[in-house]
């Protein structure tokens, strides 16, 4: 159940010892509220703000922004690229199957069903359907990543024009990918995206309620930034 101004006004305030006139106000300015006290918030507590703002609002919240990256640079499961690559096919870009896979199963195919498995009619036509197949899965990868990286940069284009000011939260969070990449290129540009999707909100999943308000990823120092200094250069 959402939480109404009264409830959270009520709750917060007295807690952290505040008067009921403080602002930044934890109803009507919740981000600015957080970036404040977060830290004085027990988890269960600061969990009530899940209902009014959104994974990629508390991304403006140093100190969430910071647990996510800590999380995210702890090689979690769900961030691992097996599972990762199953939540989120379409950020793979394969729907979780390479060429070379749809190539075997296309050889295979030929080899064992085709004509009973006849060695002396079926001759090449396994090698030749599985290079036609990898071909065929490739090009269909390069179109499903072009479409992907069109369709995000226009969702940008229309954010950008409706939110001047979350630019910096944005920035570098879509990036086009390469037409044409190794299987281990290809696997470490997911992976680099899905953390970077991640820490700025803009993945479909439950995991930020989970790591967002867990203090168990805070850290004195501010070493975590360099992540994002580092991603800019």
Request: no cysteine; hydrophobic share 25%.
């Amino acid at each position: 159940m959402t939480d109404n101004p009264i409830s959270l006004d009520s709750l917060f305030l007295p807690y952290l010892g505040l008067q009921s006139e403080y602002e930044p106000s934890p109803t009507k300015e919740p981000v600015l509220f957080l970036n404040h006290h977060i830290r004085e918030l027990p988890p269960d507590l600061a969990r009530r703000f899940s209902s009014i703002i959104s994974p990629k609002q508390r991304t403006a919240i140093t100190t969430i922004r910071n647990r996510r990256t800590k999380y995210s640079q702890s090689s979690p499961p769900e961030l691992r690229f097996a599972n990762a690559k199953k939540q989120w096919p379409m950020l793979w870009g394969r729907g979780g199957r390479s060429g070379q896979d749809e190539g075997k199963e296309e050889k295979e195919w030929a080899e064992k069903e085709f004509l009973g498995g006849r060695k002396q009619e079926v001759g090449k036509l396994g090698k030749l359907l599985a290079e036609y197949e990898e071909e065929r899965e490739s090009e269909r990868v390069r179109a499903t990543r072009r479409e992907y990286a069109m369709t995000v940069q226009e969702e940008g284009e229309e954010e950008e024009e409706e939110e001047e000011d979350s630019d910096e939260v944005d920035s570098g969070a879509f990036r086009g990918l390469p037409e044409e990449e190794t299987e281990e290129e290809a696997k470490a540009t997911f992976d680099r995206r899905v953390k970077e999707l991640f820490i700025y909100g803009m993945l479909e999943t439950d995991l930020y309620d989970k790591v967002d308000w867990d203090d168990q990823y805070d850290e004195e120092r501010e070493s975590e930034e360099r992540w994002f200094d580092d991603d800019e250069d």
